[in-house]
């Protein structure tokens, strides 16, 4: 029986003693185990992406440049670029586009902010340590749905508990859910409220990975406690810090649930006037709407790729930038 | 950093954890008191004690038990699922050897950057054309294997499998599957319950392709039936009694896993976050 792992010790010349002994067939059996075994295992993982992932992918974008006027039937004819010229002349599109940038600027720049303070604090000599570690992690387990709902009504124009604070401190009342920008704010609560803690965990992984060496070096140079933390911790983690940022980017622009759930009325367009329509919202919209939907949603769906891709690599070029300048 | 930290510290941390406790305490309070009371002003500040009330209320418009089975069920099979095949793949990754090994575990992670939104289309015409649209498996399917548990598995099995025991199993005889089995697997056991731990309340949470899926079914699963409730009969919209008792009430369970598992989904998501 031949047999190679990826270990270095496994070497050919051990085995190629015990090859001789096996009977013929045997051995062949054996040898296709040994070759075709790892990817057998990998295969499932790859079949069902090819399925669930790679092919509607594909297939998206075919059907981004045919007019398909109902489901059931097969598409249409084609139309090059009329689908894209469509969404991106649509007017609901555009605003979709703002909204989707506003609430994600305003829900990522705040959470990697106090995600970092907080993993800082609990990087510490706490007492309790696992306690406060779970505790930053509660809001995590409470779906979009869910905090949606609950933030609604925190954030109710009326009734709610937020504008009733506001009367309290003699501020006026904010109108969470018609105007733009507080719309803006209330969904990014809820993002900043269920994901901080959650990435706190992972920036307080990579700061107990920092040698306390380190620290102790810069505390006998006569660092402060906030000179150490800009000087020793921050670029000792840049690396998580930048796959926070990149997988905040990356779920941001997706944002779906909660500002569905957050509308009032029940056309689910994300307020009366889209003012917090996001552009996950509009290709799903768009895919119920009555003419062409799912050729328009296909292409809406596409811009919506692509302006990820653009936000993950002008992070990606921005945070090395800075990188290579501080080094 | 070795001194124990100040008082402020402390302050700090537990401001944070007030915040992130108390919309929950809020959705109680609200669910608990009358329909009337929930929309006067000044809000309510201390639970009431009609939560029962609204419940049943709650089960009235909703089918709310057949929601939890659904995602009980749905969550439960792709956890299993997820756990299987990731920790197959995340061992052929990690100890085999392999053309095209590295390369292919590139591919895995950069598929993470696939949005969902690309693939709802397709998918939906997929499933309709199969009339699986309206089913639990419909649900599942793009559950069965993730990108993620791949990767954490792959992290995970790196150092957790001394490659002298892969050895000594071949050495014995062992086929490659028995090898994974005997020596794999109680290896990665840690791994596996934290990963599927992990999907269980990915899949749990998972709102838009269920929605989609589902639409127009009486299939539901807790997140779609939330959805439901709040565009029930009209007036629902300002009856927030009504939807907070239904939001205590889809989020209690996993809130109870929470208490029960936390400490290991703590450990879990810092593991994957120090080797990633």
């Known amino acids: ?327 | 950093m070795t001194r124990r930290p100040r008082a402020l510290v402390y302050g700090l941390l537990a401001a944070f954890f007030l915040g992130s406790a108390f919309p929950l305490y809020w959705s109680f309070i609200i669910g608990s008191v009358t329909r009337v009371r929930a929309s006067q002003n000044p809000p309510p500040l201390l639970p009431g004690g009609h939560f029962l009330e609204n419940a049943s209320r709650v089960f009235d418009r909703i089918d709310f038990w057949s929601a939890l089975g659904n995602s009980i069920l749905i969550s439960g099979f792709s956890a299993l699922s997820v756990v299987l095949f990731s920790t197959l793949a995340g061992y052929s990754f990690a100890k085999l050897r392999f053309r095209g090994s590295n390369a292919l575990m590139v591919f895995v992670v950069m598929t993470m950057a696939v949005p969902p939104q690309l693939a709802l289309i397709p998918l939906l015409k997929e499933f309709s054309n199969l009339g699986l649209t309206g089913t639990q498996f419909a649900v599942a399917l793009p559950w069965l294997v993730t990108a993620f548990g791949v990767f954490f598995m792959r992290q995970y099995l790196v150092d957790a499998i001394p490659d002298e025991l892969i050895d000594a199993a071949r050495v014995d005889g062992c086929s490659m599957i028995r090898t994974f089995w005997t020596v794999a697997v109680p290896a990665a056991r840690p791994a596996m319950a934290i990963l599927g731990l992990f999907t269980f309340m990915q899949v749990w949470t998972d709102f838009m392709w269920p929605l989609l899926v589902l639409q127009g079914s009486d299939v539901q699963t807790l997140q779609t039936a939330l959805d439901q409730l709040k565009i029930s009969p009209s007036q629902t919209l300002s009856d927030m009694a009504l939807l907070q008792a239904g939001t205590m009430l889809a989020t209690v369970p996993l809130l109870l896993l929470f208490i029960a598992t936390g400490r290991h989904l703590v450990t879990g998501i810092m593991q994957g976050a120090v080797k990633g």
Do not use: C
Request: glycine residues 8%; aromatic residues 14%.
């Open chain 1, 1 to 327: 029986m031949a047999q190679t792992t990826a270990s270095p010790a496994g070497g050919h010349g051990g085995n190629a003693v015990l090859d001789r002994g096996g009977p013929p067939r045997r051995y062949r059996l054996s040898r296709w185990d040994l070759k075709a075994s790892p990817y057998l295992y990998i295969l499932p993982f790859f079949a069902v992406f090819a399925v669930i992932g790679l092919y509607p992918m594909l297939y998206t974008g075919y059907l981004s440049f045919f007019s398909w006027p109902r489901f059931g039937a097969e598409h249409g004819s084609a139309v090059g670029w009329a689908n894209y010229v469509h969404v991106l002349q649509d007017p609901v599109f555009r605003k979709a586009l703002v909204n989707t940038v506003g609430i994600f600027l305003l829900s990522s720049v705040p959470q990697v902010l106090i995600a970092t303070v907080v993993a800082a604090l609990l990087d510490t000599h706490l007492r309790g340590r696992s306690w406060w570690r779970m505790s930053v992690l509660l809001p995590f387990v409470v779906a979009p749905a869910a905090t949606a709902l609950i933030f609604g009504s925190l954030f109710a124009d009326k009734s709610g508990l937020v504008n009733d604070v506001l009367g309290g401190l003699g501020l006026s009342n904010v109108s969470w859910h018609g105007e733009r920008l507080a719309s803006w704010t209330a969904i990014a609560t809820m993002v900043n409220w269920r994901w901080t803690g959650y990435n706190a965990l992972i920036l307080l992984a990579a700061m107990q990975a920092v040698s306390r060496d380190l620290y102790e070096a810069a505390a006998m140079d006569g660092a402060s406690r906030v000179r150490q933390f800009l000087h020793v911790t921050l670029p000792s983690i840049r690396t998580t810090l930048m796959f926070v940022i990149i997988t905040s980017t990356i779920g941001g622009l997706q944002i779906f649930t909660e500002p569905r759930l957050f509308d009032t009325n029940l056309q689910y367009q994300g307020g009366a006037d889209y003012q917090y329509q996001t552009l996950a919202m509009y290709v799903f919209n768009t895919a119920n709407s009555a003419v062409d939907p799912y050729p328009r949603a296909a292409a809406a769906a596409w811009l919506l790729f692509v302006l990820i891709i653009a936000f993950a690599l002008l992070n990606f070029l921005v945070i090395r930038a800075l990188q290579r300048r501080s080094a």
